[in-house]
Nanobody
């Protein structure tokens, strides 16, 4: 019965920053990974950042050094800090949480970076 709700998307100029947030309707006590994906128009969804239960993080080559994934247990969120944004970052961004029994997806939030 967990629901994910995303926020923080919008329009930003090249070089700017955005912070995406994915809020869970209740605390998830046992999870394998929390992740952010992107999907550009006409393309398949692809992984951009993942954080494990132990706190290890992994990033795609295109965002390494610019994006940072984190979780906040007090606010029950997983966040994606995006810095030095480029037009090629333009996409719909989705939150994903994987537990032992289910995979949960957020509804997606649009990020548009102007040149």
């Amino acid at each position: 019965q967990v629901q994910l709700m995303e926020s923080g998307g919008g329009l930003v100029q090249t070089g700017g920053s955005l912070r995406l947030s994915c809020a869970a309707s209740r605390t998830i006590f046992s999870f394998n990974t929390m992740a952010w994906y992107l999907q550009a128009p006409g393309k398949q969804r692809e992984l951009v950042a993942v954080i494990t239960r132990g706190g290890a993080t992994t990033y795609s080559d295109s965002v390494k050094g610019r994006f940072s994934i984190s979780r906040d247990s007090t606010r029950n969120t997983v966040d994606l800090q995006m810095n030095s944004l480029k037009p090629e970052d333009t996409a719909v961004y989705y939150c994903k949480v994987v537990t032992a029994e289910r995979t949960y997806w957020g509804q997606g939030t649009q990020v548009t970076v102007s040149s």
